[in-house]
Nanobody, 125 residues
Framework: QVQLLESGGGLVQVGGSLRLSCAAS????????MAWFRQAPGKEREFVAA????????YYADSVKGRFTCSRYNAKNTVFLQMNSLKPEDTAVYYC??????????????????WGQGTQVTVSS
């Protein structure tokens, strides 16, 4: 089975930066889309960013455009989420997700087949 393991979460002050990593294993991901979701207490899990393994194309939620950058290191089946200019509203558990490439970027959590266990990001205010 596909396994996803997030790391890099922690506590950071407003305006600070943090980089999350998602290491994927179990099979090739050459035809997969990877994504980051986040879920704050009492809220629905929301889409943050996505990246295609095939060409590295990305897509971002409006709330993080210009602040977050998603990238990949194909040789190690790892995707990254560089988070800059962090805000208190970025506080959440961040999850890595994967789905077979459908020719578009799914934005709903129900469209992703594989999930990591999450890593906590807390931005102090």
């Amino acid at each position: 089975q596909v396994q996803l393991l997030e790391s890099g979460g922690g506590l950071v002050q407003v305006g600070g930066s943090l980089r999350l990593s998602c290491a994927a294993s179990g099979r090739t991901f050459s035809n997969y889309n990877m994504a980051w979701f986040r879920q704050a207490p009492g809220k629905e899990r929301e889409f943050v960013a996505a990246i295609s393994w095939s060409d590295g194309s990305t897509y971002y939620a409006d709330s993080v455009k210009g602040r977050f950058t998603c990238s990949r290191y194909n040789a190690k089946n790892t995707v990254f989420l560089q988070m800059n200019s962090l805000k208190p509203e970025d506080t959440a558990v961040y999850y890595c997700a994967a789905v077979e490439n459908r020719g578009y970027f799914p934005l709903s959590r129900n469209q992703y087949n594989y999930w990591g266990q999450g890593t906590q990001v807390t931005v102090s205010s």
